[in-house]
Nanobody, 123 residues
């Protein structure tokens, strides 16, 4: 059973940056594809980004391409989401997820989830 714990959320002004971290325990994340999702108030959960087991390929929803970067450090059992040029519409609870299979795009589910970390972009 993989346990995921996110950190790094907070309040940031538009145009600012945040780096989210997801620390895994109970398993080796090199065995899992890792992803970030987000859910804004009143909206459905949205796929944001995913990275392959080795970190050699990444995938993003169109709205964050060029601004967000997902990367992983398997030695530290941690995956990150670097978020730059943040916009108010990025405000959401961000969730880390793990799955033996790599899945990307809308309407997908992963096997293991963290509890989420709040990101608020506001002036």
């Amino acid at each position: 059973q993989v346990r995921l714990v996110e950190s790094g959320g907070g309040l940031v002004q538009p145009g600012g940056s945040l780096r989210l971290s997801c620390a895994a325990s109970g398993g080796t994340i090199s065995n899992y594809a890792m992803a970030w999702f987000r859910q804004a108030p009143g909206k459905e959960r949205e796929f944001v980004a995913a990275v392959t087991w080795s970190g050699d390929k990444t995938y993003y929803v169109d709205s964050v391409k060029g601004r967000f970067t997902i990367f992983r450090d398997n030695a530290k059992n941690t995956v990150f989401l670097q978020m730059n040029t943040l916009k108010p519409e990025d405000t959401a609870v961000y969730f880390c997820a793990a799955d033996p299979l790599l899945r990307v795009g809308p309407g997908i589910d992963y096997d293991y989830w963290g509890q989420g970390t709040q990101v608020t972009v506001s002036s």
